[in-house]
């Protein structure tokens, strides 16, 4: 019977995702983008703030860090771009391509694209004692926003949907600008993710709507010689309406897909890993361990929905093609491993 | 085939819940506690001890720290009393209601209540170097226990079952009582929780029954000026009978049922967060950051069942409408959020 | 349709496991090794490499540390052995035995074996400073190998299956030899596991390939008067051909079968947990807390797959029985539960 075996896996918390304007979805369920979208009504704070082209209260604050344009748009997006697997050598199977959502980095006041939307999306750096400025602009179907993670920030540059509570910066409607200020305060520093959580979240997050950000301390040492953010996540039937879950690093899937790191004897490597999805993860990277800022010794990290986790290989010396993955047997085989190569 | 699908699934852990005296539960079917009242067996530690009115082995000690009378009762809960979803604005549709455990607290010697029975049960407080007195009466149809985490007790005052093993506190027959000693050593500063361990857990922890306790060190700077328990649960179809599973935070779903947290600015503000679940969550405060005992900023906070995480904003600095949640999304839209309002 | 629900399933990251030389495995269904085994190509290094008897080029190296032989083969392994659920004194119904993988030791150039295979394999011991040697035969039907944890080792050391970068020592063919050479660093100490990493991981893993090995400080003080090395995992129909999935701590499920604990008031305990599973656990035992090494109180501790976690109580102070058990609780009914006696 249908409604028992949608009952029994509701049980295990799997059934029915959420509900958005009315519309229950589910994981196996591609979600209607374009249904929702109409469905969902505008809160009443937004509604009064429409009047001005960014409604963003921002104005009159002075940034003191770097600037950011960023658009979400909507993008075909490959999980799997070479249909292969080069951790077990074999093809990958099935559709791979879906109609994604990303952010994409623009030159001052939109004028030009700096490259294409990825998954995640760029990378936004700022410096302890500096306030972050991002001018943000939807181009996808539904209202969607910026939400960070890490960073300090007023009530009203939050980026999240609150119901009949919501402010303009939670709910970016289609074909309209944002500003939002996120500060750097001392208690901010590391890498942290931003993504959206505007109504229709999490399925357009499972589209693709998340990146990073790092807060550096200016009174560190030097940078590190090479550094590596990396996202592992999943992206899933209901916003990629694809038969297969995909478990990704980066928006891609299997070793070669994935990101492949370098690095050389010697150097010192920074990795700034981040999770964003339904499930928990443990990170591993194979010929080397590192301490936590307790010092213990590691070598598998656990981690949970949208925590952070890094940590720095202070002097390179292991050379050799390593695999990085998710230490959960079947994220590892759904495509949640890379390759490090250290020369 | 129904033999194989649930084959299929006890393949993910999630089939056969477990097996109570011959009856085997499964998530989505609820539990008949009159057939299990009936058919667990009396342990013969227990039966042999039914002599006294308090089996306790306790009476000869002498209690340095607080004293709760708890009883362990049936009562009709309401998982969502107003109906409504204030995150996403929406009302939350089905029933709600169903019949729940809850430990509630009395005056001296069960004289009187304080208050109704609730989900979680009354906090225990107690200051290092004294010892709890907790006692215990049964009034719901089977076996239950007050089985602590975190503190010193001793074998006996353990509180949990463990077959023909197990002493009178871990087996509280429906009318009888038991008396609690737990000490408060300094190991066991902090936040825990207490929980039922009887025969028919965990459905009777499903059902309500379990709480929060605090070891204090009378060491420490002055108390905060506002202190917030949180237990992260679920309340699912085997103990509730609703159709659909909840995620719960103090036995509450959904923001504006969940516990509104209110603090301002400049206050110290303490949170003390538990999970008692079938699964893991991540927990996360909007527009705050903290560090944990290592020096780690962290913002989201991995949990697993039965954890404990306390952190402390030294001085609120940030007014506004917060959302704190589990940031796993099936978690978070079935109900796992609520507001922190900061003035 | 089922289709559907298998596709319904895989949103939740449970229906197809991996895919191994052509054949989709799903968790449910057993795996046909020898099928597998036909079907699995040598990679090129390694067919390359086949004019040697030992292929490892740790030939030339000097092994200044323990020196193991340890041998893959098949056996018939009993979950359960005593048939009963002495937490719960119920009997455990169903078969429980069925045709495993496990390490098993001998004595030089694999003279006679010391005492049986077994799950998980035996213990490896080595000192910081010192190179551990792990002789390695393939026995079982399909390639095979060792993977450490925690230790340094070079990149054709690794025991990885990488697809057509593998070097001999992550393919393991039946009936050939490969010798390991692991070094343990300072940055090493602690509690690890080893386990296969061949192109037919996890299956082989859920079938027994894993042990743990330890790596200690000379510097340190005094060992433990009592140690002991627990394994949360699970025993899955994929890999056993039961019915039912077994959560087990070192091969065994449900108290009595799972290692009972034995310890002495003032002696000194070490406890040195590890997990290799699909699911995240946590590690509770009664009556005792413990402090991580950032000093924070813990008496319950979320693990993920291939996670360590070691504690040691410097002064035993609680007579009784305790359990010790995983606190998610379908994973404590399904059998991950043991003794742990203080007398």
Redesign the interface.
Known sequence: MEY??R????????A???????HRL???QPADMSALAQDI?V?PEVAAAQGATDASSAAGKRATGAEYWIRAETMSWDIVPNGH??????RVRGKTKFSAYGYRQYTANFASPIGPATIPGPLLEVNVGETLTVHFENDVDVPVTMHP??V?????M?G??????TTPGGFVQPGRRFTYLWEAHP????A?LYHDHG?A??VT?FKGLFGSLIVRDPADPAPPDAEYFLTLH?L???ATGL???F?CINGRAY?GNTPTLHAQVGQRVAFHVVTLD?????F?L??H????????????????????HTFTIESED??????YHC????????GMAGWYIVK
């Open positions: 028992d075996r009952h029994f896996l509701a049980g295990t918390g799997a029915f995702f959420c509900t958005i304007a009315g589910s994981l196996d009504k809160p697997d080069a951790m077990m050598n074999q993670h890490g300090f920030y007023a009530n009203e939050d999240a949907y609150k119901g009949k509570f208690d901010s520093v590391g942290w109504p979240d999490p997050i999943s899933q039937p209901i038969r297969q879950q478990e070793a339904n499930d928990f993860h443990t591993h194979h010929g361990r590192w301490t936590d800022p307790s010092g213990e010794i590691i070598d598998t990290k656990v981690m949970g929905p949208a925590e952070s292991n050379p050799g093609r390593w695999l230490h959960v047997f079947t994220h590892l085989h759904m």
